[in-house]
């Protein structure tokens, strides 16, 4: 009986050890695969709307006007994911402002007062 239960022992270590090996060969070649192969940043994957072309459907609308009062400056525009852009304004003797502005809409979409002047 004991030479029974000791070679059950000895093929379960034998075993485990095989899966063991079989494990950190794997891991080591998802390591290499990932060191040769690397991903982009997942910054650099997310993609903007391209720019606003002219065209003949186009040229036929009114130019958009913002109203906002005179000595009023871009400070910053950021383009967002979903193609709208997060326009800064500031000066003009109002408080700092931004604007959400939809460039193929052609309309001002939302507007934040951030305080006063």
Request: glycine residues 12%; aromatic residues 2%.
């Amino acid at each position: 009986m004991e030479k029974q239960g000791s070679r059950a022992l000895l093929a379960a270590v034998i075993g485990m050890g095989v899966l063991l090996f079989l494990g950190s060969l794997a891991l080591v070649g998802v390591l290499v695969h990932r060191m040769m192969h690397p991903a982009p940043p997942a910054a650099a994957v997310k993609t903007v709307a391209g720019p606003v072309v002219a065209g003949p459907d186009m040229a036929a609308q009114a130019a958009l006007v913002v109203d906002e009062p005179p000595g009023t400056t871009v400070r910053a525009v950021t383009a967002r994911a979903d193609g709208l852009l997060a326009v800064a304004l500031t000066g003009g003797g109002v408080a700092d402002r931004i604007i959400i502005w939809d460039p193929l809409a052609r309309r001002i979409a939302a507007r934040l007062v951030l305080g006063q002047p």
